[in-house]
């Protein structure tokens, strides 16, 4: 099966954000050059969408928040209900962004939609 991963921020590329990784599990993905690179929320939704058309799994997304009018919160509510309805595994997830307030609302909603999914 064709997996992959998305990283989302309106201008870094991974290799940027490898300093700033607190939880260094997920480094070697970092290292890896397969990535889909999504600089704002409808090039993550049509990326995921495009990919899904394609049969390939969605394995690891790596979360900017400021990506433009509709920010990383949103990709996340978006890639909650998307996964809920097509009953899809939630994939692997790093949030890398410098906006505290931001990583903390998308890691509060990962945990609500994550604890419910798989209870």
Known sequence: ????KVFLDSKLKPSDVIERLEDKTFLHYYLEEDWEIARN?????????????????????????DVGEKNGYECVNWL?????E??????????HTKNGQGAKNMQKLLT????????
């Open 112 to 119: 609500t939609f994550l604890d419910g999914y798989y209870c």
């Open 86 to 95: 097509f009953k899809m595994e939630f994939p692997t997830f790093a949030i």
């Open 41 to 65: 929320y409808e090039e993550f939704i049509n990326t995921i969408l495009q990919k899904h058309t394609e049969e390939k799994t969605l394995m690891f997304v790596s979360l900017g928040h």
């Open 1 to 4: 099966m064709n997996r992959y």
């Open 80 to 84: 909650s209900a998307y996964i809920a």
